[in-house]
């Protein structure tokens, strides 16, 4: 894990997250940006007709120009899903897999997220034995029986990490790591679906299904790896938001939280590029001024 500092913590790097980005490294101060996994639902745009001064582009193309001029700068773009935020306190501070960063700001741009929740029962048992993050939390099932489900090398090496910790590993894929299969002290299972989480308060088994039908297995944790779900991310914060998990801001995207921002489809407004743009440098000049406000009284 590697502790960054930044005056402005950028989650999302679509339109409003690149824009905020661009007005806020521009301003001289360390930005940072967490792009994530899952890709910007602009990129899915095939021609972008309605923007200003960019007629028929890709959103690939539009995404590419507005990352390339914060890089310019200054942005550091780090490629990370955030997985736990305290955002009462000051600083704030982030977890990602790789990271704990430590701001000073924070503006929210992660979209509307397109994560589907995989598994049954998994937004009621995180923190109780569902986790997204086997670095921060494998610790605590020390000696324990785990499971990791994921489909990318990253579940692989969470897994051989789980298991230097002296956990008891089963590494569940839908797809076949090849030569990895083989590493002791871990149970591998290929072409297999994790159903449903069981337990009562806490995890305590999870459903499997195979080509031979549907099983239990025990364990105490699931380390699910891949992003978690916006809604979850928000719903451990005391932000305020919708049943939709749309983030309440006021005009000029303050949200709940003194220092905390939200811009873009997150704030559930005209899901167009040019208001996330919008409400990005809004956002970004709303934190300037936070900055500069929290200096003069230092």
Known sequence: ???????????????????????ASRA??????????????????????NYPGMDGVTGKEMLSSFEAQAVKFGAQIE????LELALEMNPKMVTTRHSFIMASTVILAMGRGEHKRSVMNEDQYVGLGVSYCATCDGAFFKGKP???YGNDHEAFNDAIMLRDLGCEVTLISMNRFEGNQIAKGIKYLHKTQVVSVEG????????????????????????????MPSGILLKKTPLET????CIHVDRNMH???????????????????????????????EALKYLREQASVQ
């Open 200 to 227: 009562n308060g806490m995890v305590s088994s999870i459903k499997v299904k195979d080509a031979e039908g549907d099983s239990m297995i025990e364990t105490r944790a699931l380390f699910i790896i891949q992003a």
């Open 28 to 49: 001289g101060k360390k930005t940072v940006v967490l792009k994530g996994q899952a890709p910007s639902r602009l990129e899915w745009a095939h021609k972008i007709e």
């Open 146 to 148: 785990v499971v990791v």
């Open 242 to 245: 919708s049943d939709k998990d």
């Open 79 to 82: 490629e990370s899903d955030a």
């Open 255 to 285: 949200t709940s939280i003194a220092g905390v921002y939200a811009a873009g489809d997150m704030t559930c407004g005209g899901l167009q590029v040019s208001i996330s743009v919008g409400e990005g440098a809004t956002a970004a000049l």
């Open 1 to 23: 894990m590697k502790d960054i500092i930044a005056d402005v913590l950028i989650l999302g790097a679509g339109p409003a997250g690149l824009s905020a980005a661009i007005y």
